[in-house]
């Protein structure tokens, strides 16, 4: 009775995790149904890939559905899988795929785009439209790694920032603001360097470059390996951002191995520009300092107030250029300056009819 029992128990544990027809093979058709397999990368990637055969091991052909299940996730930015040559993003597919009787489909991948550092885990499980009971699954373990073996991101004070979102503050009316680290090769070995840039997302940004050796570039990656020589620190890096308006914006900083792009640490900057106060009430109500620095097409001030103020532009004569009024209704004003000759003009304001704000802006 016993052995009959325990016959019963392998025969359910085995139609779960292998169904009657169907089968999971890696790309060497080596059968992983029911198992956990990694894949191993690094933020550098940006994706990551995972390739599977299905294979129908019955007499009769299997119309088949997969869905996907996310165990959990970590850095993870979105995942899709394709089959049959389409593609999909949902947790499921909507029509089934034909799998003729003895043959292997090798048309299954699965892709994950990064956006940090972290562990993941998805499960792909496959299934007979006609016999749910007949399926079969595996388990991606996606492994995506700050850094490689070598390298890492330092701060200024040679603190390691590897994997980690740094944050630079500043104000519209900086114009510029920069970034610095220090890339430190802890191998025994001299590393070419080399960096690139991503975008996570912007606010408020008109450009963006960085520096890393002697050469700077507006591209999103370096085109020059530095040598970084074995147990030493690199301080020649250093970012910038220019600014066009107030917002928060996040890039990554990759450093890698030319010749060995697994070994890689990047770095994660968070630009947090504010609007610079010019004046300041008691009540909240203001008046920010003027921007872009220098300003080319516009000047723009921000501004809360509950009455008119009538705000007066001079240049560097004392001339009146321009005479206008801060609507309270409004929160913004935004003046053209195209058609004005370059160099420093002031402005000024009055408050509560005794009190005169001034400050000044640069044209280009």
């Known amino acids: 009775m016993k052995k009959i029992y325990f016959l019963a128990v392998l025969a359910f544990l085995t139609t779960t995790i292998f169904g009657q027809s169907l089968r999971i093979l890696d790309t060497n058709n080596v059968d992983v149904s029911g198992t956990t397999v990694t894949v191993s990368g690094t933020v550098l990637d940006d994706s990551a890939s995972y390739h599977a055969h299905i294979q129908n091991v019955d007499s009769q052909s299997v119309q ?14 979105r995942d899709s899988f394709c089959l049959d040559g389409a593609c999909y993003s949902s947790d499921t597919i909507p029509s089934p795929v034909n799998i003729a009787d003895s043959t292997i489909d090798s048309t299954f991948n699965a892709t994950i785009w990064i956006s940090d550092a972290g562990v993941s885990e998805i499960r792909y499980t496959f299934w007979d439209k006609n016999n749910p009971s007949d399926s079969v699954f595996v388990i991606v373990k996606y492994d995506m790694t700050a850094f490689g073996h070598n ?19 500043g104000t519209v009316s900086d114009g510029m603001v920069y970034y610095y680290a220090h890339i430190q090769n802890v191998g025994s070995q001299n590393i070419q360097t080399l960096v690139c840039k991503h975008v996570i997302y912007e606010d408020g940004l008109s450009g963006n470059t960085f520096c890393f ?13 530095v040598n970084v020589a074995s147990g030493t620190i690199d301080s020649t890096f250093d970012a910038s951002i220019w600014i066009s308006d107030a917002g928060v914006s996040e890039i990554r900083y990759t450093f890698w191995d030319k010749d060995n792009p697994a070994d890689s640490a990047f770095v994660i900057v968070k630009y947090d520009i504010a609007v610079a106060i010019s004046y300041l009430e008691p009540d909240g109500n203001f008046i920010s300092k003027p921007y872009p620095v220098p300003a080319t097409d516009f000047v723009s001030f921000d501004y809360n107030f509950n009455t008119s103020k009538e705000l007066i532009i001079y240049d560097i004569t004392g001339k009146v250029i321009l005479q206008t009024i801060l609507d309270p209704k409004q929160n913004q004003l935004k003046i053209p300056v195209k058609n004005l000759n370059p160099g420093i003009y002031y402005y000024s304001m009055m408050i509560n009819n005794n009190k005169r704000v001034m400050d000044k802006f640069v044209v280009n």
Do not use: M, Q, W
């Open 64 to 77: 088949i559905l997969i869905c996907k299940h996310i165990i959990y996730e970590n850095g993870l930015e």
């Open 151 to 169: 390298l890492r991101v330092l701060d200024t004070n040679n603190v390691d920032v590897s994997g980690t979102t740094v944050t630079v503050n």
């Open 213 to 225: 050796g002697s050469s700077c570039y507006s591209s999103d990656t370096a085109a020059n390996p």
